[in-house]
């Protein structure tokens, strides 16, 4: 329950009701006086790779943030699934601990051994990696020790926060190549948050828009992969960002 202009509002935070992996609804959220999100309604079918794009601070991390329960909402309906990973813009490993150890850390103990941890490292193609310090990896390196340690939890929802952002561009590229094989093979619900729209066309099958805190555009990218970057078919969403 929370306090919302003087009246009493349930938030939920549970397994969808419906087909849907994802499913917000009426979603408000503010940090004093600033108005965040008003009204932002979202779905995301399992299976589906959805990208949000906003401008640098219209509230996409915030987003992100509540769907994962590392912020709290003041109104609205929120349904996620219980099993949800999570890669921010920063790696975020654990300096003292070998890379192997970051992947499985926080797992129950029969699904954190070291099997399970190379077999998710060879994914991301970092097999003879498994005993660095993560001081030693290359950004792009530790963005993949943190694809890794999402996946091997076997999400049924994927939350991506500016994950490339930090990268130097072939890096990225190739970065972007292997969380579409990932995901094609994993399979999970997918939220890409970006301010990048070629990246948000090139990897996503539907791209939503957040501006003045809800959706301002919502459409699928219906044109088949390898897909050319930008072009005319995108005007409405270049326009809108
Ligand atoms: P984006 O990820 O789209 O750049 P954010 O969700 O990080 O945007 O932030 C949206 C707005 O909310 C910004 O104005 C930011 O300063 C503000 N904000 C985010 N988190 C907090 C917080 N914990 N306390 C106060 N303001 C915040
Ligand atoms: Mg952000």
Redesign the pocket.
Known sequence: MASHGGERVTTTVEAPPTTHSVHIRGAAKS??D?R?LTDFDLDIAPGEFVALL??????????LKILCELETVDDGTIHVPAACSVVFQEPRLIPSMPVWKNVVLGRPKALASRAAANDALAEVGLADHADDWPRTLSGGEAQRVALARALVREPKLLLLDEPFAALDALTRIRMHSLVAQLCARHNPSVLL?THDIDEAILLADRVAV?KAGHKSLDRPVDIPRPRSRGGAAFEDLRRTL
């Open positions: 940090f004093g600033k965040v906003g401008a640098s601070g219209s509230g996409k991390s915030t987003l948050v957040l």
